[in-house]
């Protein structure tokens, strides 16, 4: 027996057509949070939250602003020279350690304020 592909949803009208109205509960959390555009504030808390976690509260007390871009650049604002300049060598790697901590691409790029 052939089981069915559901297909795809991308709107609140899709989900209406749907055939089959019964949908996990993380798929349809998925898709109020895309339709409602809270995604992108969730992501930049979970990034912030995450921020703390791996650099430590050293780096969290010199950070002035942390922001996630729309198209996941984060900017960064530091009021340590020293640690500008470190964190401008590494940016690659803050990219790859924080995704990491996440467990998903958030961050696609950081620019250094």
């Known amino acids: 027996?052939?089981?069915?592909?559901?297909?795809?949803?991308?709107?609140?009208?899709?989900?209406e057509r749907a055939e089959n109205s019964s949908r996990p509960l993380?798929?349809?959390i998925q898709h109020f949070l895309r339709v409602s555009r809270m995604q992108g504030k969730l992501?930049?808390?979970e990034v912030r939250e995450a921020w703390?976690?791996?650099f430590g509260t050293p780096v969290e007390?010199?950070?002035?602003?942390?922001?996630?871009?729309?198209?996941?650049?984060l900017l960064c604002?530091?009021?340590?020279?020293?640690?500008?300049?470190?964190?401008?060598?590494?940016?690659?790697?803050?990219v790859d350690r924080l995704n990491e901590h996440l467990g998903r691409p958030v961050v696609r790029q950081v620019r250094i304020l």
């Open 1 to 15: 027996m052939k089981k069915r592909r559901r297909p795809v949803l991308r709107n609140s009208a899709d989900y």
């Open 26 to 28: 993380a798929e349809v």
């Open 43 to 45: 992501d930049e808390v």
């Open 52 to 54: 703390r976690e791996v």
């Open 61 to 73: 007390n010199r950070t002035r602003k942390l922001h996630l871009q729309k198209d996941g650049t």
């Open 77 to 94: 604002m530091l009021d340590s020279g020293p640690l500008k300049e470190e964190f401008q060598h590494g940016k690659q790697d803050i």
